[in-house]
């Protein structure tokens, strides 16, 4: 490190270690503390609790984050919500099959279907000779992964992996249509022929598919994904932060707008020392306080897209990430500045301070201006000013 600074010293690091190596300790950003002291690693509050050591537990043997990527492509499945959640029950095994049945004391547990085995979710949803003929008819048969695997959750993981996204929200659909023709074969003895169950299946998942594509282009712009103007007296500053790993540069953007959706200052610029795509949010934020400060705002709302970085500033009192060492100047400012509040806005309605970092990137300069919008936001900031008061405009 250079004495006395928060940076590396390049050129010793790199005469010192192998270009590999040395690349990895430049990447690392150096806290803005001197005081050392023993933190829980595995949680950004620092404070080891049963419940993060098994959570670090469950992530080392790598279990957790598969089932919670399962789990994200299932909540947003484009199908029926009570779709969704027999899609989650599925991958628990948490359907009341004849197994389960008969481990609390009722019934023998046989598939009712076929009468042959015991009913398992596996042989209810997949195995039972009633429910291939199903598979065959729908021609999904084939396409799916061939075992051994542990348990549903598994199978389901191959399942997602192996199909395209529309092959995969179909078979989900599929196999609710399958439960549902084994629930009704139970209650009222009916069983639904295995081709109607296949083509009823088809049916709903294109039905909502076709609907979902409408809802989506309707609603695009009122689901929060826009700029909205602050109210009058207000100023809204939105900032962005820019990271190119592959030369490690870093950018932030910082733009103020009134009531009007006018803008009133603004700046862009590299930023200097080691960062990680989180701490240089953080920097992005700093800017935009410190905008607010010099200008002598009192009403400000801070905007920005990371958000991580808004809930360590809006709560965070114990936090030891190194983030958070890098949080400290702006959330003292926060603390003295009352009228400053700090919120997370959707991506698509940050694209001005994220432009503005991205043009630092191509000039590879500092800018700073006043009521003068350079050119690469300036259509941002005009569309975004137009659209702002119209919720529900289709674009
Ligand atoms: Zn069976």
Redesign the pocket.
């Known amino acids: 490190m250079i004495p006395g600074s928060n940076m590396w010293d390049e050129r010793k690091v790199t005469q010192v270690f192998t270009l590999e190596v040395g690349r990895r300790i430049l990447d690392c950003p150096i806290a803005r503390t001197n005081e050392d002291k023993i933190i829980w690693g595995h949680h950004s509050t620092g404070t080891y609790t049963t419940r993060t050591g098994q959570h670090w537990l469950l992530e080392k043997e790598n279990l957790r984050s598969r089932e919670s990527s399962l789990w994200k492509v299932i909540a947003k499945l484009p199908v029926l919500p009570k779709i969704r959640i027999f899609g989650w029950r599925l991958g628990r095994g948490a359907l009341p099959v004849g197994h389960k049945i008969r481990a609390t004391g009722m019934g023998e547990g046989i ?1 009712r ?2 009468g ?2 015991v ?1 398992t979710v596996l ?1 209810a949803v997949r195995e ?3 429910v291939q003929e199903i598979l065959s008819e729908s021609g999904m048969v084939n396409l799916l992964p061939q075992g051994p695997f542990r348990d549903c959750m598994e199978r389901l993981d191959a399942s997602q992996t192996l199909l395209a996204s529309e092959q995969f929200s179909f078979l989900i659909v599929l196999l609710w249509n399958i439960w549902n023709r084994r629930n009704r074969w139970i209650h009222t003895n009916q069983l639904i022929p295995a081709r109607l169950v296949s083509e009823y299946a088809q049916l709903v998942h294109g039905d909502f598919q076709k609907s979902n594509e409408n809802v989506v282009n309707r609603v695009t712009c009122a689901r929060g994904k826009k700029w909205m103007k602050p109210e009058q007296g207000q100023v809204k500053i939105n900032v962005d932060g820019a990271w190119l790993a592959a030369n490690r540069t870093v950018a932030i953007g910082v733009i103020a707008r009134d009531h009007h959706g006018l803008m009133i200052d603004g700046c862009a610029k590299m930023v200097e020392g080691a960062h990680t795509a989180e701490t240089v949010e953080v920097c992005a934020f700093e800017a935009g306080v410190r905008m607010a400060m010099d200008n002598g705002w009192d009403r400000v709302i801070l905007e920005g897209d990371a958000l991580s970085i808004v809930n360590r500033l809006r709560n965070g009192d114990q936090d030891c990430s190194v983030a958070a060492t890098f949080l400290e100047e702006t959330r003292e400012a926060l603390r003295t500045h009352t009228g400053f509040t700090v919120q997370h806005v959707a991506r698509d309605a940050n694209r001005a301070a994220h432009e503005l970092a991205q043009t630092c990137f191509r000039t590879l300069a500092d800018f700073s201006f006043i009521f003068d919008v350079p050119d690469s936001i300036s259509s941002i900031v005009i569309h975004d000013a137009i659209f702002s008061d119209c919720m529900h405009l289709s674009i």
């Open positions: 598939c279907l076929c042959n085995y009913e042989h039972c000779t009633s």
